[in-house]
């Protein structure tokens, strides 16, 4: 039971990234950008990932501004849903 609830109440992840595809009926394509410091040679390096978004309202268009939050599997690749559009 402790276990259980634990699970429940773990905080969820989010990332706020740009979106770059709206081809797709109910989905986006979003480029999460992060910074870290190479471990031996200290420069800062960027990443880019791109994390398919549930999108069930079809809002967003391509170049905006998102909050996306990690969710149960809701296709194979998509895990993800929009929660919020910055502009």
Not at 40 to 64: A, T
Request: proline share 5%; charged share 25%.
């Amino acid at each position: 039971n402790e276990i259980c609830y634990l699970i429940k109440n773990m905080p969820r992840k989010q990332r706020i990234g740009l979106v770059v595809s709206t081809n797709q009926n109910k989905t986006i394509v979003a480029n999460i950008q992060t910074r870290y410091q190479h471990p031996l040679y200290s420069k800062i390096m960027s990443k880019i990932k791109r994390y398919m978004v549930h999108d069930p309202n079809n809002l967003c268009i391509v170049g905006d501004k998102i909050l996306i939050e990690e969710t149960r599997p809701i296709s194979l690749n998509k895990y993800w849903i929009l929660k919020s559009i910055y502009k």
